[in-house]
Nanobody
């Protein structure tokens, strides 16, 4: 059974940094494309960043140059380093694994105060 568990969220001031982690169990990590999504209050869930099994990455325009996604296949973990955080980054952040189906974590809250 595939399980994704996010950690690392919290409250930070604008301009600060956080690193989110997502630990994946279920033997799919090395063959799955991994991503981070977020859902701001009252809005739809949106893709923030994705890292493919090839190592290629994709970023939403709103986070380019500030966020970095990475993966450690030995630890079955994907990370999202978030720098220069803005109040508009406030959201619940969800980890996603894509391999034949979509798998989701329960999310971690990130709150950026102005």
């Amino acid at each position: 059974q595939v399980q994704l568990v996010e950690s690392g969220g919290g409250l930070v001031q604008a301009g600060g940094s956080l690193r989110l982690s997502c630990a994946v169990s279920g033997n799919i990590f090395s063959i799955a494309d991994m991503g981070w999504y977020r859902q701001p209050p009252g809005k739809q869930r949106e893709l923030v960043a994705r890292i493919f099994t090839s190592g290629n990455t994709y970023y939403a325009d709103s986070v380019k140059g500030r966020f970095t996604i990475s993966r450690d296949n030995a630890k079955n973990t994907v990370y999202l380093q978030m720098n220069s955080l803005k109040p508009e980054d406030t959201a619940v952040y969800y980890c996603n694994a894509l391999y034949l189906a979509n798998y989701w974590g329960l999310g971690t809250q990130v709150t950026v105060s102005s």
